[in-house]
C-alpha cells in the first residue's frame, strides 16, 4: 500500500517521536522510501502500480505499453508514463525501479487508457493504440511514407501481426490531437494499408 508522510505521522502520533518511528519503520524494511513524502508498506509490489503514484495524473504508456503488449520484441525495464503539462522529462529511481514521465499534449491525454488490476492493486495503462501514438509523438519526424513504413517495422520491429488487429478507428480519432508529422503519417499509412 502507498502511504504519505503525513498519514504515517499521523498514524504515529501516539509515539513520543513519530519521525523515528517512520525511520525505525524504513529500516526494519517495513516501509520503502518511493520519493520525498511517499512511501510503499510492500517490498514486493509490482512497479506498474507504484508508477501512477509518483507523479499524477499519469498512466504508463510509451516503451513500456508497447514491450508490456508484445508490440515490440525488447523487454522494457523502465516504466515510462505520459503526463501533460509538465514540459520536461521527469525521472524518479527507487527501490522498485526507474520511473520516467514524458509530456503529451493535453488534448491527447485523457483518451485511450485503461484501469487494470495486479492482484487487488489498480494500475492505469495505454491501449495499445494510444501507446503507439504516444511513442510516435515523441521522436524527430519522419517525412516519406515509405521512411515511416520501414522505421515502425525495421526500426521499432513492431509486430506486423498485432499493428493489423489495432482499432485505426481510435487511432484516426486520437493523431490530430497530438500536432506531430509523425502521427500524421501514421493514419497516411493506415489508409494506405486498407487500399
Not at 522510501?33 to 508508477?51: C, Q, S
Not at 485503461?114 to 493504440?129: C, D, M, N, S
Amino acid at each position: 500500500m502507498i502511504i504519505s508522510s503525513e498519514q504515517l505521522l499521523f498514524e504515529n502520533r501516539d509515539y513520543a517521536n513519530p519521525q523515528a518511528r517512520v525511520q525505525a519503520m524504513i529500516k526494519k524494511k517495513e516501509l520503502v522510501p518511493l520519493k520525498r513524502g511517499l512511501f510503499e508498506t510492500d517490498t514486493h509490489a509490482p512497479g506498474l502500480v507504484i508508477a501512477n503514484s509518483l507523479l499524477g495524473p499519469s498512466y504508463l504508456s510509451f516503451e513500456y505499453a508497447l514491450s508490456f503488449y508484445g508490440m515490440i520484441p525488447e523487454r522494457v525495464s523502465t516504466y515510462t508514463s505520459a503526463v501533460f503539462g509538465r514540459n520536461k522529462f521527469i525521472e524518479y529511481k527507487n527501490f522498485f525501479g526507474v520511473f520516467t514521465y514524458r509530456d503529451i499534449p493535453e488534448a491527447a491525454f485523457p483518451y485511450f487508457y485503461k484501469r487494470e488490476l495486479v492482484g487487488e492493486r489498480p494500475y492505469l495503462i495505454a491501449t495499445r493504440e494510444k501507446a503507439l501514438c504516444d511513442q510516435l509523438s515523441t521522436l524527430s519526424p519522419i517525412r516519406g511514407i515509405n521512411d515511416f513504413r520501414e522505421y515502425l517495422f525495421d526500426g521499432m520491429r513492431l509486430d506486423e501481426d498485432i499493428f493489423a488487429e489495432l482499432d485505426f478507428a481510435k487511432i484516426r480519432r486520437i493523431a490530430p490531437l497530438y500536432h506531430r508529422t509523425n502521427l500524421n503519417q501514421l493514419v497516411r499509412l493506415l489508409s494506405k494499408e486498407r487500399e
